[in-house]
């Protein structure tokens, strides 16, 4: 049966309609905006995926030129791979949608959004993301959502939500904003050296059109949302975990306080055999090999255990360090003779080279998207290699993660770049990952502020960033620590990688 559901955003009709198009999927919406259209659509597989530890979710947002009335420049003359522009929504649509599926649900899950108009005035990237959340709130998929997105302006002094492209254009901000009716869930920004308190008031004022979009789907489940199936869990054996938790606990904590990634991961495995000899002392070779990927499981879950009783109880980090203290930084600059720019930024053991290149104005790169934007002169590329973290892996070109980064550090310093007339050159930095424990991308923006002015480049101001991350109270979210400068295991353990670029100003 055809429902057509509508609410005001930012002035304008936001529209969802299901039961008209692909009624085999679990769950389909079409998100109607202005002139914009975009078909979300969301599978599940009927059983688990055998032999993983996470949640398999794939996020596609699917850009067709036919949208904005383009034929594709190829020769081919069709959609090839997607565009950077689409892999970036797409990890934005996978970020805040992730945490709210069931921690042990293993079945695949495809979110599908397929853009088939573009109205530039409305944003498809936020379409995509409400339809998202929309489509499996009314779906059979275990979900707790739903999640909603908004984007925000910053226009003489006044925070605009989902601005036009007029005011995109005039905009020193551009904010993208996702949550919960309780929380804030993703932040993606770029903007022009806005303050702190202009940032927190914009993220505010997102949230609340958060929570009207979020009351809105929750309306449109309770109408016509099937009812959850039933799915395998996968939790962790607790009879096993307890044993290991009783017996090992302390050794554990020691296991993880090391300054040194490699000593930390060899205390780790060390322990992990010493766990499995006296798991089989006790209950045999067969036994082990049954529980083999729950005592995986357990020791896993007891190290995060410990490294987040250690910061939040005893505000003590792994490597010894206070919660507000940076680790320790090198820079150097020059490093390659035949190259226009070079700098190599250390921190910890976290180490980037980045390597600028100038080239002529008819270089800038030349956009096929949906979008009006046709060019850029200023391009950052990042890449990951496997021996970055000790791994044996060869390389098969950027992933959704490489780019994803390389954009990061690209908006971190588009916005002290030199005009065209000031400098009509363009501009091409990578940033080479040499060695990784946490921070990367912000590692990035650093080395590429110190290789763009060992090339000449004359930026307004230095970029730095940095990452901070949070680790709550499980029996009360609003009770929390923050952290400065996370490295790896504080990711992987904690509740929140924010990752921040700016001035000494903003």
């Not at 322990?271 to 006296?278: D, N, V």
């Not at 030349?366 to 044996?392: Q, T, W």
């Not at 290789?451 to 929390?480: C, F, H, Q, R, W």
């Amino acid at each position: 049966m055809f429902k057509t559901y509508s609410m005001e955003l930012a002035g304008r009709t936001l529209t969802i309609e299901n039961g008209k198009m692909a009624g085999l999927a679990n769950g389909s919406v079409l998100v109607r905006y202005g002139d914009t259209a975009v078909l979300v659509n969301v599978t599940a597989s009927k059983e688990p995926k055998e032999g993983i530890d996470f949640f398999p979710l794939s996020v596609e947002y699917e850009e067709r030129l036919y949208a904005v009335g383009k034929i594709p420049g190829s020769f081919q003359k069709k959609e090839g791979k997607p565009s950077e522009k689409a892999i970036l929504t797409s990890r934005a649509i996978d970020r805040p949608m992730r945490p709210l599926f069931p921690k042990d649900f293993r079945n695949d899950v495809v979110i599908d959004c397929l853009v088939l108009s573009v109205d530039q005035d409305n944003s498809p990237e936020v379409c995509a993301m409400i339809g998202a959340a929309a489509a499996t709130a009314i779906s059979d998929i275990p979900f707790n959502g739903p999640t909603a997105s908004v984007n925000v302006g910053y226009v003489d002094n006044q925070i605009i939500i989902n601005p036009n492209s007029e005011q995109r254009a005039k905009s020193r901000l551009n904010l993208t904003v996702a949550g919960t009716l309780n929380k804030i869930t993703m932040i993606e920004a770029g903007a022009n050296e806005i303050p702190d308190d202009t940032m927190l008031e914009a993220i505010k004022a997102g949230h609340v059109e958060i929570k009207r979009v979020c009351e809105f789907i929750n309306k449109i489940a309770e109408e016509i949302g099937k009812p959850k199936f039933e799915y395998k869990h996968f939790a962790v054996d607790e009879e096993v975990y307890n044993e290991i938790e009783a017996n090992f606990k302390d050794k554990m904590k020691t296991a993880v306080q090391a300054v040194d990634k490699e000593v930390r991961d060899r205390n780790i495995d060390e322990l992990t055999a010493e766990i499995e000899s006296s798991f089989t002392e006790k209950h045999g070779e067969e036994a082990l090999e049954e529980k083999k990927q729950d005592i995986a499981d357990s020791i896993y879950k007891l190290e995060k255990k410990c490294v987040r009783e250690m910061i939040f109880v005893e505000h003590k980090r792994v490597d010894g360090r206070a919660l507000d203290e940076i680790r320790p930084l090198s820079c150097e600059v020059g490093l390659l003779n035949r190259v226009h720019g070079s700098a190599l930024f250390t921190r910890g053991q976290t180490q980037v080279l980045s390597v600028a290149t100038l080239g002529m104005k008819s270089e800038e790169q030349i956009l096929d998207g949906l979008d009006e934007e046709e060019s850029k002169r200023y391009m950052h590329h990042y890449n990951f290699p496997g021996y970055s973290v000790g791994e044996a892996k060869t390389s098969r070109g950027p992933g959704r993660r490489e780019i994803g980064h390389g954009a990061l550090a690209e908006k971190a310093l588009v916005p002290v770049l030199p005009s065209e007339e000031e400098f009509p050159y363009s501009i091409r930095v990578v940033s080479e990952v040499l060695s990784s424990n946490g921070s990367t991308s912000q590692a990035s923006i650093c080395g590429s502020t110190l290789a763009l002015m060992d090339a000449g480049v004359p930026i307004k101001k230095p970029v730095a960033g940095i990452s901070t991350g949070l680790v709550t109270d499980s029996e009360n979210p609003d009770n929390y620590v923050m952290l400065t400068d996370i490295q790896g295991i504080e990711d992987f353990f904690g509740d929140m990688d924010f990752k921040v670029g700016g001035t000494k100003a903003e």
